[in-house]
């Protein structure tokens, strides 16, 4: 196991405070993502990382709304708005509002043992 999966593993362990982007809801959405990326992401949402973080968001939402062009898509216009709403306050509302979305709609998305990244 590397060291990327480690610290991953030890903040869904539930240290407070070092959940990824700050958000129990969100951690556990990163959680269920396979390994490799689930650790790009958590690595991307750490405060550390925010000159990355940035313009990555950017170069997705600039990405989505070209998704007419070969390569890109529509897939990336969420992605970058979730990654500039860990710095841009209003997005980070409208971030909550989804998440409140998901816990109605689709709870199991959330439950732990939905989790594809569970060794034990």
Known sequence: MSAASDERTTRTG????????????????????????GDTVTYLLK????????????????????????????????????????????LRSSRSKVFDWIERRKPHWLEPSASKNDQS
Not at 14 to 37: I, S
């Open 14 to 37: 539930g240290a407070a405070g070092q959940l990824a982007g700050g958000d129990p809801r969100l951690d556990k959405l990163v959680h269920r993502l396979p390994t490799r990326m």
């Open 47 to 90: 405060p550390s990382s925010r000159w990355v973080r940035i313009p990555s968001g950017a170069l997705l939402v600039v990405g989505g709304v070209l998704s007419f062009l070969p390569v890109l898509g529509v897939w990336m216009l969420p992605l970058g708005l979730a990654l500039l709403a860990e710095d841009v306050p209003a």
